[in-house]
């Protein structure tokens, strides 16, 4: 069984901070990471992709990755009450032919 | 066209009644994807094709028939479903298997499914 493990919060934090979500994954052969957001009731879009270890940054948002450590985390700078949302963690096995997705972090982003 | 389109987006059936889901997507995808998500879980993979061709089935019981008729049409047809099917459907499509770990997926709004 391959397991894609997150903290299902929820994850409170004030605007303007860090949000630290985080990540970890069974099956030593995945090659791709991707984080999703989803807000209730809507379906879940993809906001960063991640294969090689180390950071990968874009806008408000860095993902890293530890290969070795087998942890892929996702950081929000700047928090702002519209990042309030469920972040899902996915991740591809070598087949590719599916991804595995984490239960998902609730954060809330407080005014 | 970056969109998979799903319709429709909201649907009540009761458990005799024979329903279709339908998902459209013109991105030149050639992998497309059912996935079922109840609230507060994770979407569970139901159905994946590849090039119109069906390549897992992830043990869905038979109430659930897919149908791909193209490379931009992935279907799902409903028939006997019972209160605990209900959830939110999803359709997803990528470049194409293989490279679902290279691009990710595109989702669909959805489908929310409610069984009477």
């Known amino acids: 069984q391959k397991e894609v493990e997150q903290n299902s919060g929820p994850l409170s934090v004030p605007e303007g901070a860090i949000a630290s979500l985080n990540c970890t994954y069974s099956d030593r052969g995945s090659q791709s990471f991707f984080w999703y957001r989803q807000y209730s009731g809507k379906s879940p879009e993809l906001i960063m992709s991640?294969?090689?270890?180390g950071d990968k940054e874009d806008g408000r948002f860095t993902a890293q990755l530890n290969k070795a450590s087998q942890y892929v985390s996702l950081l929000i700078r700047d928090s702002q009450p519209s990042d309030s949302a469920t972040y899902l963690c996915?991740?591809?096995?070598?087949?590719?032919?599916?991804?595995?997705f984490g239960k998902g972090t609730s954060l809330l982003v407080t005014p | 066209d970056t969109e998979v389109t799903q319709t429709p987006k909201h649907l009540v059936m009761g458990m005799t009644n024979k329903k279709s889901l339908k998902c459209e997507q013109h991105?030149?995808?050639?992998?497309m994807y059912w996935y079922k998500q109840k609230a507060k879980k994770p979407p569970e993979l139901m159905f994946v094709y590849s090039y119109e061709k069906l390549s897992i089935n992830e043990s869905v019981p038979s109430r659930f028939s897919p149908e791909c008729p193209n490379s931009s049409l992935l279907n799902l047809h409903l028939h006997a479903l019972q209160p605990e099917d209900s959830a939110l459907y999803l359709c997803?499509?990528?470049?194409?298997?293989?490279?679902?770990?290279?691009?990710?997926?595109?989702f669909g709004s959805g489908t929310r499914l409610t069984v009477v």
């Open positions: 991640i294969y090689s270890n």
């Open positions: 991105m030149g995808h050639r992998a």
């Open positions: 996915a991740v591809s096995g070598d087949s590719g032919y599916a991804l595995n």
């Open positions: 997803a499509s990528s470049f194409a298997t293989g490279t679902a770990s290279n691009y990710g997926y595109t």
